[in-house]
């Protein structure tokens, strides 16, 4: 999609601080960060909300986790532990229509999220 902020960054028009990337995943540092490490892993293809995932899109979601699994262990916070969150719409705190995984650690999560 042309007008995808994600989009424009896996098509390289726009340079993110990518941390990780591989032929169906790209992961980059928040320009916002919540937490100390706040990570977003997102797919190479546009899917605009989970609500518009099919049943073939179950591989990639899990390559999603996967990644931000390894990047958890790059970032030293397996052990401590982190957060991965995913928003769907608007009221769910979605602000960028294509989805992804927000990677939050290096500081106690408490709950509600915040």
Known sequence: MSDCLFCKMVDGEIQ???VYEDD???AFRDLNPQAPVHVLVIPKRHIATL???TPEDAE?????VLA?????AREDLADDGYRLVMNCNAHGGQTVF???LHLLGGRPM???PG
């Open 16 to 18: 993110p601080d990518v």
């Open 24 to 26: 169906d995943v790209l």
């Open 51 to 53: 609500n518009d995932l």
């Open 60 to 64: 990639l979601t899990g390559k999603l």
């Open 68 to 72: 931000a699994r390894e990047l958890a």
């Open 98 to 100: 294509h989805i992804h």
């Open 110 to 112: 408490g709950w509600p």
